[in-house]
């Protein structure tokens, strides 16, 4: 279908943001998403390995320590050894950190 340049364009035709306000939000990305992505990282590192330790906790508090540490293995050393790995190299190497966030992750989800 034809439109002359006089036709009305309606509500949706113009852009809802202008260039001056997509350049802005963009440089406040890119100067704002390193840090706030390196946090938001090791928070989701420290959840894991509390959420880790809070299910020997409750397996502890069911049937005993013994039988926590054993239920537990030896992922929760690995989950913790995962967030120091995290915490320390995140910043400099950030696809260790994120192997080592994986690695946080599947530790705490198989204790």
Known sequence: MHHDQHDAQGVNSRPLLTKA???LALDLTAHYLPSV???AVKLLALSALFWGALKVFMV?????????????GMHL???????VFV????DHYQGI????LFFTAL???LI
């Not at 050393?77 to 967030?83: I, Q, R, Y």
Request: charged share 5%.
């Open 21 to 23: 306000q997509i350049n």
């Open 37 to 39: 992505l390196s946090i």
């Open 107 to 109: 530790n705490a989800l």
């Open 87 to 90: 915490l320390w190299f995140f």
């Open 60 to 72: 502890a508090d069911q049937v005993g320590i013994t039988y926590a540490l054993v239920f537990s």
């Open 77 to 83: 050393p690995f989950c913790f050894f995962g967030v």
């Open 97 to 100: 950190g994120y192997f080592a």
